[in-house]
T-cell receptor, first 115, second 112 residues
Framework: DTAVSQTPKYLVTQMGNDKSIKCEQN?????MYWYKQDSKKFLKIMFS???????INETVPNRFSPKSPDKAHLNLHINSLELGDSAVYFC??????????????FGPGTRLLVL | TQLLEQSPQFLSIQEGENLTVYCNSS?????LQWYRQEPGEGPVLLVT?????EVKKLKRLTFQFGDARKDSSLHITAAQPGDTGLYLC????????????FGQGTELSVKP
């Protein structure tokens, strides 16, 4: 059983397109996150949701819009894709919102390449 | 802006050698975590340290949190090829609960 799953695993698209990445967790966790890992392996938080409520929004361009239809799902929609959006996007979840004291479970990542 | 600086960025050693990875900051963290990431996968939590001066051991891995809670180290004894991977430290800033700041990572390669 996969704890945190993401689809798709690979996404290759043209500049200017709109795309979505989906994330689901079956751990019963209250908090979910989106991270971006760049080509130098630097991992940076983008968003965090707790019980479907946005609690962290880290100076991310408003072309990125997260949506949490329920506690188990957190999707990421990206409008007008740019070359600099190419990265690996990780979804994660934790039981509660105390990020540093909780175990965050990461998905396998979505490798986005914008051409 | 809180930053966590990891060193070294790359490390290539022979099986059986010992190594230490450092994670430093000028900021105080409520807690600090170490993750290991293998190619094509997401990071996996190894340990969480909370108290200044705390030392935790996980088999051949020893983790230490600095007394002032601004730095941490990961020491691996007798490294094995299975230890190969990207090691990431991540801290929860003292006044910004709910998010983790990650270091740049250390890519470790252990050759047989």
């Amino acid at each position: 059983d996969t704890a945190v799953s993401q689809t798709p695993k690979y996404l290759v698209t043209q500049m200017g397109n709109d795309k979505s990445i989906k994330c689901e967790q079956n751990l019963g966790h209250d908090t979910m996150y989106w991270y971006k890992q760049d080509s130098k392996k630097f991992l940076k938080i983008m968003f965090s949701y707790n019980n479907k409520e946005l609690i962290i929004n880290e100076t991310v361009p408003n072309r990125f819009s997260p949506k949490s239809p329920d506690k188990a799902h957190l999707n990421l929609h990206i409008n007008s894709l740019e070359l600099g959006d190419s990265a690996v996007y990780f979804c994660a979840s934790s039981q509660a919102r105390l990020a540093g004291l909780e175990t965050q479970y990461f998905g396998p990542g979505t490798r986005l390449l914008v051409l | 802006t809180q930053l966590l600086e990891q060193s070294p960025q790359f490390l290539s050693i022979q099986e059986g050698e010992n190594l230490t990875v450092y994670c430093n900051s000028s900021s105080v963290f409520s807690s600090l975590q170490w993750y290991r990431q293998e190619p094509g996968e997401g990071p996996v939590l190894l340990v969480t340290v909370v108290t200044g001066g705390e030392v935790k051991k996980l088999k051949r891995l020893t983790f230490q949190f600095g007394d002032a809670r601004k730095d941490s180290s990961l020491h691996i004894t007798a490294a094995q090829p299975g230890d190969t991977g990207l090691y990431l430290c991540a801290g929860e800033p003292y006044n910004q609960g709910g998010k983790l700041i990650f270091g740049q990572g250390t890519e470790l390669s252990v050759k047989p």
